[in-house]
């Protein structure tokens, strides 16, 4: 049967018929029964080994191949067009044709390593010209007269250096002394003696031969190349002005002004100060600040002083603050009584224009319709009346603190709209609908008590209401009982702890999903016996710790109705739903269903290898028995040894086919098939790569 041959990505190569040999590529493929076949697979080894070595590349080359060049001693892969060299660059003196992108060539004429980008051949370096010496930027290394190491680069132009740049500034030493340069070497560019800079340069330079535009000093034209005198000329000259002492100067020789001013109080001189910070003066007319000492004298406006003192005030009238006086210009009234301050008055004062903080103790009664914050308010036991017809009373009455309604109503509120808590009286609790006794009233909306903030206990003969949320009731006498006069719904869990439970009804409905029996059981053994039994009929439903199993004393009556089981079913049968007679074995992998195994592997089965001759059979989906059913193991696998079962096969199979194993877990179709081998015979047509079909196995 021939053989399909594929690349490692999938794709078909050829169709390798039986007896032949194919030489489409660069080895020699050798089909089934093929004589001789020996030396060409062995020659095939030999080439790979040696990646075809030789002064030519191999014929009918596959993309990826590999051919090591035995003239450059270099190896080369195919992209399916051009063998690329792998890890070392095209040496040649012209660019190479047929590159792909990142190929790498060593220009040999510039010696010049360069890299194509798909479209062009860019540098790698170093830089250089054709045709000249060195002319490039590059980095070395300087010794000092003391022997340290400086970082440098040299720019040079056709093996001369042109310019040296440096971090910092040293002295050559001797043995590195550089044709052009002096001995020291200073921070930053350092151009060779036969160069220079032809550019406008932005900067300060600390020397210059000339100044690129001359300028003018006192009108004389200096470029800086050569030196010039600057003579001054007074052409007008300097006439003194009005309070200054000297002559005009003009200019013939050196003389010295000073100022017309005395700290007298004369006209015609400039008022300066003395040497103690005085002056003299007549009429000042200013805006003062400070202190003023002397005679003031306003004529107009406002003056205004921080502080004055003084001996006399003559005027008509002083704003301000005094700090003392002996009478008001104005007396003034306090309470409706006259005050000028020259004697004193006694006031009858009003309770709002009071100060201080206690009343006198001779206030027995008042008529305050509203006081301020009060501290602390102590009455007698007779206590507080509150409304005009004294409807609440707040007392100490027997020795108790006493809050008393003489209405039939006392309200507790919380806000304008409540919470709202009231005791109401006998008459009140029947005209709202209660009994007539006394009662405690709330507003429907009202909790007593909440989570965290809990009664301890709560007294009463009788509960009334919709709901009770308890977690338990305990009944007042220990072991007594608790009745329920009615119909009991439990609409959550109903957990009995007591020992025996009567329920005296003629139907017991349970509306919950799930009974727990002996839910207080921690292992099988305490859970023994636990069940259903049926008085008079002696009919039981028990759990059995032995076995761990249920048990009936009774025959089970199914009907026409199916009984489901993922385990095992152990009676006798006298029919099965499945097809196959399937055995346990342990293998080496939880296989699927379906899969084909062949006796080996680390356990007792693995999967099959391609046409192998040692077949076990196909995992079983459902069988229909199941031997070696107590077979313990970490991966289990029933497999299918008589009868029909789905099988995962690959190629094309036509109904009756026998079927091998085709690898990895699939079966194929073959017409001469080894002894051994067979796993079954195809139970249906399959046109396909892969798919599941139905095989028939066992026999054959």
Not at 456 to 463: G, K, M, W
Not at 549 to 558: A, G, S
Not at 610 to 624: F, L
Request: aromatic content about 8%; some cysteine; charged content about 15%.
């Amino acid at each position: 049967m021939a053989y399909i041959i594929n690349k490692f990505s999938g794709e078909q190569l050829i169709v390798l018929e039986d007896g032949t040999i194919d030489t489409s590529t660069s080895l020699g493929l050798v089909g089934r029964n093929y004589v001789g076949y020996g030396e060409t697979q062995n020659e095939n080894f030999i080439y790979l080994l040696e990646n075809f070595a030789g002064d030519s590349p191999p014929q009918r080359p596959l993309i990826g191949q590999i051919w090591f060049d035995t003239i450059a001693n270099a190896a080369s892969v195919y992209d399916g067009a051009n063998w690329n060299p792998i890890g070392t660059a095209k040496l040649s003196n012209s660019a190479p044709s047929n590159a792909n992108p990142g190929s790498l060539w060593l220009d040999t004429a510039a010696d010049q390593l360069k890299v194509y980008n798909g479209t062009e051949w860019g540098l790698v370096g170093p830089e250089a010209v054709e045709g000249f010496g060195i002319t490039r930027a590059r980095s070395a290394k300087l010794f000092d007269t003391i022997g340290n190491p400086h970082a440098v680069i040299f720019f040079e132009i056709n093996d001369i250096i042109t310019a040296i740049c440096t971090g910092e500034e040293f002295n050559l030493s001797p043995a590195n002394y550089i044709s052009g340069f002096g001995s020291t070497l200073i921070s930053g560019i350092n151009l060779s003696e036969v160069q220079r800079i032809q550019s406008n340069l932005i900067g300060n330079a600390t020397s210059a031969d000339k100044l690129s535009n001359a300028r003018l000093i006192n009108d004389m034209p200096f470029d800086g190349q050569s030196n010039i005198t600057v003579k001054a000329s007074t052409t007008n000259k300097l006439i003194k002005g009005t309070y200054i002492l000297g002559s005009d100067f003009d200019g013939s020789s050196q003389i010295t002004w000073s100022v017309d001013a005395t700290s007298a109080n004369q006209i015609g001189k400039v008022v300066a100060r003395n040497s103690s910070g005085g002056f003299a003066a007549g009429t000042i007319t200013a805006d003062l600040i400070g202190n003023v000492t002397g005679n003031v004298t306003a004529a107009s406006g406002t003056s205004t002083f921080v502080r004055v003192e003084a001996n006399e005030f003559v005027g008509a009238t002083l704003t301000g603050n005094a700090r003392s006086a002996s009478q008001l210009a104005i007396p003034r009234q306090i309470n409706g009584i006259n005050f000028d301050g020259t004697s004193n008055i006694t006031v009858p004062a009003a309770a709002e224009t009071l100060t201080g903080n206690t009343l006198n103790s001779t206030i027995l009664a008042s008529s305050l319709t509203s006081v301020g914050t009060l501290i602390n308010l102590n009455v007698s036991n007779l206590g507080i009346n509150v409304g005009s017809a004294e409807q609440l009373r707040l007392l100490a009455a027997a020795g108790s603190a006493t809050i008393r309604a003489l209405t039939g109503t006392l309200n507790f509120d919380i806000g304008p709209t409540g919470p709202q808590l009231s005791f109401v009286n006998a008459e009140s609790a029947l005209s709202l609908g209660g009994l007539n006794a006394p009662a405690i009233v709330a507003d429907n909306l009202t909790n007593l008590g909440i989570t965290g903030r809990k009664f301890n206990n709560i007294y009463a003969n009788y509960f009334k209401g919709t709901d009770i949320e308890v977690v338990s009731l305990t009944p007042t006498v220990l072991n007594g009982d608790i009745t329920a006069n009615g119909n009991l719904i439990v609409t959550g869990n109903l957990t009995v702890q007591g020992n025996v439970t009567a329920v005296n009804s003629t139907e017991l409905t349970i509306e919950d999903k799930l009974i727990t029996l002996a839910s207080g059981a921690a292992t099988a053994a305490e859970a023994n016996g636990a069940g259903i039994f049926i008085n008079g009929s002696g009919a039981s439903l028990m759990y059995s710790s032995s076995g761990n199993k249920w048990v009936f004393n009774k025959f089970l009556d199914m009907g026409s109705n199916d009984i489901v089981t993922t385990g095992l079913f152990i009676g006798t049968a006298t029919s099965a739903r499945y097809a196959d007679l399937a055995e346990n074995y342990l293998a080496d992998f939880n296989y699927p269903a379906g899969t084909v195994l062949e006796i080996g592997g680390e356990y007792e089965v693995t999967i099959a290898k391609d046409s192998t001759n040692k077949i076990a059979g196909v995992v079983s989906t459902n069988p229909a028995f199941l031997m070696n059913s107590e077979c313990e193991g970490k991966n289990v696998v029933a497999i299918a040894i008589q009868g029909r079962t789905p099988c995962k096969v690959k190629g094309k199979i036509y109904k009756g086919d026998m079927l091998v194993s085709a690898g990895d877990g699939f079966a194929k179709a073959t017409d001469t098939p080894q002894f051994g081998s067979i796993i079954g015979k195809a139970l249906e047509d399959f046109n396909g790569s892969e798919g599941i079909i139905e095989v028939f196995v066992g026999r054959i």
